[in-house]
Nanobody, 115 residues
Framework: QVQLVESGGGLVQAGGSLRLACAAS????????MGWYRQAPGKQRDMVAS???????RYADSVKGRFTISRDNAQNTVYLQMNSLKSEDTAVYYC?????????WGQGTQVTVSS
């Protein structure tokens, strides 16, 4: 059974930084994509950033230049460094693992940016 556990959310002022981490456990194929999604109240869940096991990254246009995704394959952990945070970045952030057409989710971590 695959489990994803996020950490690092919290309250930060606009312009500040946070770093999210997601640790994966269980058995899964080593070729996969890990990523971060976010969902604000009343809105759909959207992709923020993703990274393949080979290191190829994708970002939503709204976070390009401000967020950086990285992963440590040996530790089965993915990170999201968030800089220059804006109030519109406020949301619950979910870690995601996509492997062999299966998608797994973490429980989510709240990020609140105060203006």
């Amino acid at each position: 059974q695959v489990q994803l556990v996020e950490s690092g959310g919290g309250l930060v002022q606009a312009g500040g930084s946070l770093r999210l981490a997601c640790a994966a456990s269980g058995s899964y194929f080593r070729i996969n994509t890990m990523g971060w999604y976010r969902q604000a109240p009343g809105k759909q869940r959207d992709m923020v950033a993703s990274i393949t096991s080979g290191g190829i990254t994708r970002y939503a246009d709204s976070v390009k230049g401000r967020f950086t995704i990285s992963r440590d394959n040996a530790q089965n952990t993915v990170y999201l460094q968030m800089n220059s945070l804006k109030s519109e970045d406020t949301a619950v952030y979910y870690c995601n693992l996509y492997v062999l057409e299966n998608r797994y989710w973490g429980q989510g971590t709240q990020v609140t940016v105060s203006s």
